[in-house]
């Protein structure tokens, strides 16, 4: 692409071979802070290999630095994740960590959290275009008896990947056909757009459809919508514990029937809005974690739409659980492997391959710690007194007790 005929204006340089050796990235920066009259130190003093950025970013400067804090005890015990975890938080917000660390405390207490993979599966939604309604409703019939050839179609181009399902949904004379894939350890959205181009051509030349694009925006890819809440958009997990009644009072500074008495208030505030599903704040730990972890942050956007409940059992105690029906996390590819991602999915014991749903079941409940803390927070009047103890405001480092 050739620069502006502006001298003022030029583009970023590429440099040879897309400028990665440290050097190249120095001079790229260097390039910038003349352009904006920005000094760049901090963003200059990083330490991952410049050159194992490639894949990751392009024209790179240097790295961003978020501050990272460590919270736990947490006891988890999953079907792929038993054991007491300490949970890497990267996040700039103060009491964030020390307020999941709570929940996490009053949970372990308890004896830990159960928590579950229920679904596993990534979707790619392409649209195809009819010449007519009765042509839409024709494909949508055939396309589904020719499944097991549509899957070698896709599955010809991945080692990883599987086609687990599909599904036709008309829209006038178009047809939305939801393609829903397993994609092991591996967030896969590469992977699965890939299988789903090969599976698009070999639908299109053997059932019909005039043309097609491959995303229609049915699938919910980094954005929020109502048909996350049934699954199939990363992986479904579920953690839930039972907190007894003396550990709600002294951890959390509530009651089982304070805190049910929150989520009946605040159900009434998510209806009045049209929210999609119902939370305190799962988006904070998503993504303090997601940044930790090496995880696709954008992925947030689905990730955080789920369901918090709380319940007084017929003992008098608090069941709490959480259900996360688009948890999309990964432990191999992404950012799983660069520096600092790579050695926060160590601390978990989720680096590598094998190692995605026992990683789906810590963030599960983990994302129920914070759920606890910050109702309890509110259900107590402590909400406001805690950022200010420990936010940017005053920060003390006093904790709450």
């Excluded at 583009?11 to 802070?33: C, T």
Aim: proline share 4%; with cysteine.
């Amino acid at each position: 692409m050739p620069d502006s005929p502006d001298p003022r204006i030029r583009l970023v340089p590429r440099l040879k071979n897309q400028g990665y050796e440290r050097d190249q990235v120095a001079q790229r920066r260097l390039w910038v802070e003349e352009r904006t009259g920005a000094s760049l130190p901090q963003v200059g003093a990083f330490s991952i290999p410049s050159e194992e950025m490639r894949g990751n970013i392009e024209n790179p400067v240097g790295a961003a630095q978020i501050p990272l804090g460590v919270a736990g005890p947490l006891r988890v015990r999953g079907k792929h994740a038993e054991g007491v975890f300490y949970l890497p938080l990267a996040t700039t917000e103060g009491a964030l960590v020390r307020s999941y660390e709570r929940g996490m405390v009053a949970l372990t207490r308890s004896g830990g959290v159960e928590a579950r993979v229920f679904l596993d599966a990534n979707r790619v939604s392409p649209i195809f275009h009819c010449a007519s309604v009765s042509e839409a409703h024709e494909f949508s019939v055939r396309l589904p008896e020719r499944f097991e050839e549509v899957r070698a179609a896709a599955e010809a181009t991945t080692r990883h990947g599987r086609l687990l399902a599909l599904d036709c949904q008309p829209v006038g004379r178009k047809v939305i056909v939801e393609l829903s894939f397993f994609t092991a350890d591996a967030q896969g959205m590469n992977m699965i757009v890939k299988a789903a181009e090969a599976a698009c051509r070999f639908i299109q030349q053997e059932i019909g459809g005039e043309r097609y694009l491959i995303f229609s925006g049915h699938g919910s890819e980094k954005r929020a919508s109502g048909s996350l809440l049934r699954g199939g958009k990363g992986k479904k997990v579920v953690a839930g514990g039972e907190i007894p009644r003396a550990i709600v009072e002294s951890v959390l500074h509530s009651t089982p029937e304070g805190m049910a008495d929150l989520w009946q208030h605040t159900v009434l505030g998510h209806l009045a809005t049209g929210s999609f599903g119902y939370n305190g704040h799962f988006a904070n730990g998503l993504t303090a974690l997601f940044i930790a972890c090496g995880q696709d942050v954008a992925n947030v956007a689905n990730a955080a739409v789920g369901i918090t409940h709380f319940e007084v059992t017929d003992a008098g105690n608090l069941f709490a659980s959480v259900t996360l029906p688009a948890l999309s996390v990964a432990t191999v590819g992404g950012g799983t492997a660069l520096g600092t991602g790579r050695e926060c999915l160590a601390m978990l014991g989720c680096s590598g391959g094998g190692k995605a749903p026992k990683l789906a079941e810590i963030f599960a409940a983990a994302l129920l710690a914070g759920e606890l803390s910050m109702g309890a927070a509110i259900a107590s009047g402590e909400f406001v007194a805690a950022h200010e103890a420990l936010g940017r405001n005053r920060p003390s480092g006093e904790a709450l007790t």
